[in-house]
């Protein structure tokens, strides 16, 4: 557990170190350290905030807990550390979908084309 970094270097070596990043918030704003994490290939560990669905794409990269659920999340933090290879193969498939989905080119072409 890091807590807050604003040094943007540190935090780049914090996600790449990372297997998991966790997100406990009861609601957040500015989700972009999903995309951070994604990027990185962290499993994500979060409470049901906005985007939570569409970063783990429906769980498939990470676990959604109901907020203020604390021995959940308790439990889902047990029980993936121990899971290596769950680990490994998240890893490579989020940042794979991260390429693909959360392209900054690939997003305003897709907004620009609804617009």
């Not at 993936?80 to 940042?95: I, N, R």
């Amino acid at each position: 557990m890091v807590g807050s970094i604003y040094d943007k270097v540190r935090l780049e070596e914090e996600y790449r170190r990372a297997k998991i990043f966790c997100l406990t918030s009861p609601m957040e704003y500015y989700a972009h350290v999903f995309a951070e994490a994604a990027k990185n290939g962290c499993y994500i560990v979060t409470t049901d905030v906005d985007g939570a669905a569409d970063i783990t794409h429906h769980q498939r990269f990470g676990t959604i807990h109901p907020t203020h659920d604390c021995e959940s999340v308790a439990q889902t933090l047990q029980h993936v550390t121990k899971q290596e290879q769950l680990l490994a193969d998240t890893c490579e498939q989020l940042q794979a979908f991260a390429r693909t989905e959360l392209n900054w080119k690939h997003i305003v072409k897709k907004v620009a084309q609804y617009l």
